[in-house]
């Protein structure tokens, strides 16, 4: 196995450090041993520290919407993992389970604090190295974010489909009601005033036309707009269902958190103050 200084030297969060700011934060380490299928955290679990593997390999995982099994990453020799717990003291958002048997190096929360109050100038190095990582992961939000159904409809649309929509919208309004009830009447009346000249004279076949052909021409234009519609209420219905299925997986999560919390807390209990099954029946 590696000596320490190189495999802090090799962790991105500590690389920025001097050989001394390293030396001295390796005095602040513990060596924790995992053998293979062995859990080091789950996600949702408090943590207040961070891990780099000395040797073997450590699986992050998440679970996806319909509660697969999504691997991040794999980290081996020289690799960190957990140190937003270590930053921010919040819960883990990834679990990791080793892969084989693996020696990981340990720095706790308050160690660090420690060692930077002896060592200011390596904050620096710190928020330089988590400074680059938020800009990576800001670019990949960028890229990755989820539209408005919407915005997504919108983009995804062409000048004649948008142009479809206007007249569909028109064409269902009362303005082009009246619009065309005025066309007609003055249609009408024009040939059917006495002393006057009639382009298109009773049963006026030439208007019948021009309707016939405007009714063909929206009715396309309606059906182009009505299946732009079905293909955006295709994207909210399966927006819905994504959130629905997560407000499950969440549910679920939590059901998990409260099982494991009472396992630990009867595990902690005293023998006589667990309850039995003996003693339900009694009360029953």
Same mark, same amino acid.
């Given at each position: 196995?590696?000596?320490?200084?190189?495999?802090?030297?090799? &962790? %991105? /969060?500590?690389? *920025?450090?001097?050989?001394?700011? #390293?030396?001295?934060?390796?005095?602040? =380490?513990?060596? +924790?041993?995992?053998?293979?299928?062995?859990?080091?955290?789950?996600?949702?679990?408090?943590?207040?520290?961070?891990?780099?593997?000395?040797?073997?390999?450590?699986?992050?995982?998440?679970?996806?919407?319909?509660?697969?099994?999504?691997?991040?990453?794999?980290?081996?020799?020289?690799?960190?993992?957990?140190?937003?717990?270590?930053?921010?003291?919040?819960?883990?958002?990834?679990?990791?389970?080793?892969?084989?048997?693996?020696?990981?190096?340990?720095?706790?929360?308050?160690?660090?604090?420690?060692?930077?109050?002896?060592?200011?100038? &390596? %904050? /620096?190095?710190? *928020?330089?190295?988590?400074?680059? #990582?938020?800009?990576?992961?800001?670019? =990949?939000?960028? +890229?990755?974010?989820?539209?408005?159904?919407?915005?997504?409809?919108?983009?995804?649309?062409?000048?004649?489909?948008?142009?479809?929509?206007?007249?569909?919208?028109?064409?269902?309004?009362?303005?082009?009601?009246?619009?065309?009830?005025?066309?007609?009447?003055?249609?009408?009346?024009?040939?059917?005033?006495?002393?006057?000249?009639?382009?298109?004279?009773?049963?006026?076949?030439?208007?019948?036309?021009?309707?016939?052909?405007?009714?063909?021409?929206?009715?396309?234009?309606?059906?182009?707009?009505?299946?732009?519609?079905?293909?955006?209420?295709? /994207?909210?219905?399966?927006?819905?269902?994504?959130?629905?299925?997560?407000?499950?997986?969440?549910?679920?999560?939590?059901?998990?958190?409260?099982?494991?919390?009472?396992?630990?807390?009867?595990?902690?209990?005293?023998?006589?103050?667990?309850?039995?099954?003996?003693?339900?029946?009694?009360?029953?």
């Amino acid at each position: 196995m590696q000596p320490v200084s190189d495999i802090l030297s090799k &962790a %991105s /969060l500590f690389n *920025l450090l001097d050989p001394s700011e #390293r030396n001295d934060l390796e005095r602040t =380490l513990e060596w +924790r041993a995992f053998g293979t299928g062995d859990t080091v955290f789950s996600i949702g679990e408090p943590g207040d520290s961070m891990y780099i593997v000395g040797s073997g390999q450590v699986e992050l995982s998440v679970k996806d919407n319909v509660g697969a099994k999504i691997v991040l990453a794999t980290a081996g020799p020289g690799e960190q993992f957990g140190e937003l717990s270590l930053l921010d003291g919040g819960a883990r958002t990834a679990s990791a389970v080793a892969l084989e048997d693996s020696m990981l190096l340990m720095l706790d929360r308050d160690d660090l604090l420690e060692f930077l109050k002896s060592h200011p100038d &390596a %904050s /620096l190095d710190l *928020l330089a190295t988590m400074g680059q #990582r938020i800009r990576a992961t800001d670019e =990949l939000l960028r +890229r990755r974010v989820a539209r408005n159904i919407n915005e997504e409809i919108a983009i995804r649309s062409t000048p004649m489909e948008r142009f479809a929509d206007l007249i569909a919208v028109f064409s269902g309004s009362i303005q082009f009601l009246l619009l065309n009830a005025l066309w007609f009447l003055a249609w009408i009346l024009w040939n059917t005033t006495p002393k006057v000249r009639h382009f298109d004279p009773y049963p006026f076949g030439f208007l019948t036309m021009v309707v016939s052909l405007e009714a063909i021409f929206l009715s396309i234009f309606v059906l182009v707009s009505q299946n732009r519609q079905a293909a955006k209420d295709r /994207l909210r219905a399966d927006a819905e269902y994504e959130v629905n299925l997560k407000a499950e997986l969440e549910v679920a999560h939590l059901h998990e958190k409260m099982d494991k919390l009472t396992e630990d807390l009867l595990a902690r209990m005293p023998k006589p103050e667990r309850p039995s099954a003996r003693t339900h029946a009694v009360s029953e």
